[in-house]
């Protein structure tokens, strides 16, 4: 309870689009920045994107810029995650995770509470 919630994951082709969410169960993460990151077999964590409380500024790593569009509706408290353009190295487990205090973005250490993820496979 108070953690995010992850759903959308699928298999897709490559090249392919899908959209994540994430929304929030028993807890409201609305002035909380919220992250994306990653984990495929084998492999750390990585960050994926980023979005302040106010949905104001974003961040992506360099490796989904311009393919990835991170988005937040506070109103539903609920983020979103739209990939497209996807290649066979976007596979992994993605994971939602809330910030509370502040610090990088792109640190997985700076995150609060995290989601239990939500599998993505792109295949050729």
């Known amino acids: 309870q108070g953690q995010p919630v992850e759903s959308g994951g699928g298999l897709v082709q490559a090249g392919g689009s899908l959209r994540l969410s994430c929304a929030a169960s028993?807890?409201?993460?609305?002035?909380?920045?919220m992250g994306w990151f990653r984990q495929a077999p084998g492999k750390e964590r990585e960050f994926v994107a980023a979005?302040?409380?106010?949905?104001?500024?974003?961040y992506y790593a360099d490796s989904v810029k311009g393919r990835f569009t991170i988005s937040r509706d506070n109103a539903k408290n609920t983020v979103y995650l739209q990939m497209n353009s996807l290649k066979l190295e976007d596979t992994a487990l993605y994971y939602c995770?809330?910030?509370?205090?502040?610090?990088?973005?792109?640190?997985?250490?700076?995150?609060?509470?995290w989601g239990q993820g939500t599998q993505v496979t792109v295949s050729s």
């Open positions: 995770s809330a910030q509370r205090y502040g610090g990088s973005y792109s640190r997985v250490e700076n995150y609060d509470y």
């Open positions: 979005i302040s409380w106010s949905g104001g500024r974003t």
């Open positions: 028993g807890r409201t993460f609305n002035n909380y920045a």
